[in-house]
């Protein structure tokens, strides 16, 4: 699976995965263009060369010293359950590590049981869960992973 920073030209198709795997419940367009110009480095596109791109990860820095957290993870539905997330992830993982970090972050929905089930696969561990995070009837796991010793 062929796993790449994005260039400026495909953020159209970022978005269009978006899009395609949230629905109505997007990051805006504008939100990758600002990824891009801030966190590059931890803006990773799965392209596997059918003309549009399978798949997305977006991590980025911060307050906590050492911990980079990773902020959205999409992958099309016809491209799943072959690997494209978990390569995704790892690719992401490895370049915080490069950087540094001591340990990754994420939130996920409670009820999506196939990111909750990659993310453990990858040795993240529950480490909070609020009712509300995003609002009421959105709750969150706050989920982590060491990498020190890794
Ligand atoms: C979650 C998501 C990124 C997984 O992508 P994927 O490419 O299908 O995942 P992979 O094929 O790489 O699977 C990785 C691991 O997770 C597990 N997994 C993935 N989806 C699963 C599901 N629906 N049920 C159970 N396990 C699942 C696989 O068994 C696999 O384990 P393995 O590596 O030990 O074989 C994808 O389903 C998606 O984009 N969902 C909608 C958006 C989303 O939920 N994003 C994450 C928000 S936090």
């Given at each position: 699976?062929?796993?790449?920073?994005?260039?400026?030209?495909?953020?159209?198709?970022?978005?269009?995965?978006?899009?395609?795997?949230?629905?109505s419940h997007v990051y805006p367009d504008f939100f990758f263009r600002q990824a891009f110009d801030l966190w590059r480095g931890l803006f990773l596109v799965a392209?596997?060369?059918?003309?549009?791109l399978d798949g997305y990860i977006?991590?980025?820095m911060s307050e906590e010293a050492g911990v980079l957290w990773i902020v959205s993870l999409a992958v099309r539905e016809r491209c799943r359950g072959q690997g494209v997330g978990r390569a995704l992830s790892i690719a992401l993982?490895?370049?915080m590590r490069a950087r540094g970090a001591e340990a990754v972050k994420l939130t996920v929905d409670p009820g999506n049981s196939g990111a909750v089930a990659l993310y453990s696969r990858l040795g993240f561990e529950?480490?909070?869960?609020?009712?509300?995070?995003?609002?009421?009837?959105?709750?969150?796991?706050?989920?982590r992973l060491a990498?020190?010793?890794r």
């Open positions: 699976m062929p796993i790449r920073h994005p260039l400026l030209v495909d953020l159209p198709a970022v978005y269009a995965v978006e899009q395609a795997v949230f629905g392209d596997s060369g059918a003309g549009e977006v991590g980025a993982i490895a370049a529950v480490v909070g869960e609020e009712a509300a995070y995003f609002g009421e009837g959105e709750a969150r796991l706050v989920m990498l020190a010793g």
